[in-house]
């Protein structure tokens, strides 16, 4: 087998937006463990959730070091990206996971200080793009799907993570924007679901993104206004754990979309939805604490299946590009067989 360097910036030009989500997705899950092994007191478990961090790190920095490659060299596929929503929507997870991470690592280094305040920033120019071009752009119905959550709810993770550190009007303003933006948009998103015809099967996994803004919120007040009364955030929790149930229950519609990359885009959701009842466990019965535990489970079994995608998806890829480049190199050399190639 052999790999040209044609080949392999052909494969960066097709590094896709659907990656980023898989960064957030364990920053996530880990952000959740870490919660849970504070709540519960469970060393072995803080292990696992700080490792997704760092996991959710290097897959993070890999994302944005192939990205730029594809900026780079691959300037119209990048273009692309940025004219079709839900390819573009997928820009967002990169920032959130970002602000997770940081606002994980503040507490141990000022660089995770920085890293919360340059992905909140970012994410906020992200928004002021995405927004504008909400208001001038005319868009299909079948355009329309719960990714577009990501850059507008998606913000109100910046509250959520925020590291206790500098002014608190920032974090509560892109708390404020995101839960505006995010109720301006819910009757627009359910209006589609309901009236349009029903998703592609590669899609429905993102239908959990429904419950994430009520994680969000319900986060986000708890970490700028922690003396709010825990029924506010509980109610908050319990309808977005209601909708992640509803979805799960749709076993035969979900199962239609198989074993691929968008079921990173329900870990996160359901995750933020166990953190959050983990937080309230300290207030509220112990009915919240098998909220709590039932949501991380869940979110852990969507990881599985997110993560067998993600290994087929590389392999499938790799395998034909190393193809692809097999067939150019015989060509090249002059084998008749392939001199179509030429």
């Known amino acids: 087998m052999a790999v040209s360097v044609k080949g392999a910036i052909s494969l960066l030009a097709r590094s896709p937006t659907a990656l980023f989500p898989i960064a957030l997705g364990l920053a996530g899950l880990g952000s959740a463990i870490i919660i849970a092994a504070q709540t519960l007191d469970i060393l072995f478990a803080y ?6 961090l760092i996991a959710a790190a290097f897959v993070l920095l890999a994302d944005i070091v192939l990205y730029f490659t594809k900026f780079v060299r691959a300037r119209q596929a990048v273009s692309e990206d940025f004219s079709i929503a839900t390819r573009a929507n997928l ?18 280094s000022s660089l995770g200080w920085i890293v919360w305040l340059m992905a909140s920033i970012g994410h906020l120019a992200l928004l002021f793009k995405f927004v504008g071009r909400w208001l001038v752009k005319e868009f299909a119905p079948a355009d329309i799907n719960p990714t577009w959550f990501l850059p507008a709810a998606g913000i109100m993770t910046s509250a959520l993570s925020w590291p206790q550190h500098g002014p608190i009007e920032f974090p509560l303003f892109l708390l404020s924007v995101g839960a505006i933006l995010w109720l301006m948009l819910l009757p627009i998103i359910f209006r589609r679901l309901v009236f349009e015809p029903a998703m592609a099967p590669g899609l429905r996994p993102t ?50 979309a198989g074993v691929c ?3 990173w885009a329900a870990t996160f959701p359901i995750s933020v939805i166990s953190a959050g009842f983990f937080q309230l466990h300290n ?44 067939h150019q190199i015989k060509a090249m050399m002059g084998n008749p067989s392939d001199s179509s190639n030429l």
């Open 207 to 256: 239908l959990f993104i429904l419950g994430a803004p009520f994680g969000l919120l319900a986060g986000g007040l708890h970490t700028i206004v922690p003396f709010i009364h825990p029924e506010v955030t509980f109610a908050l929790l319990s309808v977005g754990g209601f909708l992640v149930l509803v979805i799960s229950f749709q076993l035969r519609f979900l199962i239609q």
């Open 283 to 326: 207030f509220e019965t112990s009915a919240t604490l098998y909220a709590a535990v039932l949501f991380l489970t869940l979110a852990g079994f969507t990881t599985i299946i997110a993560v067998l995608a993600t290994i087929r998806t590389a392999w499938c890829t790799c395998a034909n590009t190393i193809s692809e480049t097999e």
């Open 261 to 263: 990359l968008s079921w």
């Open 47 to 52: 292990s696992i959730g700080s490792g997704l």
């Open 91 to 108: 820009l967002a997870p990169g920032f959130m996971a970002a602000m997770l991470i940081g606002g994980a690592w503040s507490e141990t």
